[in-house]
């Protein structure tokens, strides 16, 4: 089995979580516990370009994030979300909770 990655750099204002690999049941661990330690605490964008699959475990991640931003006031955002995991969130009818930008250079000041 193919395990995740998950690297966390400061970008500016913004903490950049970069995954790759499948988000799933036996992966999302690692994921979740790097979000949770940022989420609601500084603004936070998640690269999921190199995402090869997501399932409902990986979704339930960012939606935890994301409603941890909103309730303080923080920014997230979804960078450059692989096919895969553009057609997952999509797949979910919540598309419209994740602001998504094209790339790094793309980030809000």
Do not use: C
């Not at 903490?15 to 499948?22: F, K, M, Q, S």
């Not at 998640?46 to 995402?51: E, S, W």
């Not at 955002?77 to 057609?87: D, G, K």
């Amino acid at each position: 089995m193919t395990g995740i990655s998950v690297e966390v750099i400061e970008r500016g204002s913004w903490t950049v979580l970069t995954v790759n690999g499948p988000i799933n049941s036996y992966t999302y661990n690692e994921l979740q516990e790097k979000t949770m330690r940022h989420a609601g605490r500084v603004d936070m964008a998640v690269d999921l370009a190199g995402v090869s699959s997501m399932t409902s475990a990986g979704i339930g991640v960012m939606l935890a994030a994301v409603e941890d931003a909103e309730a303080v006031g923080k920014r997230f955002v979804i960078v450059a979300p692989s096919e895969v995991a553009r057609l997952a969130i999509e797949s979910t009818g919540f598309a419209d909770r994740f602001p998504t930008v094209p790339s790094l250079k793309d980030l809000p000041a």
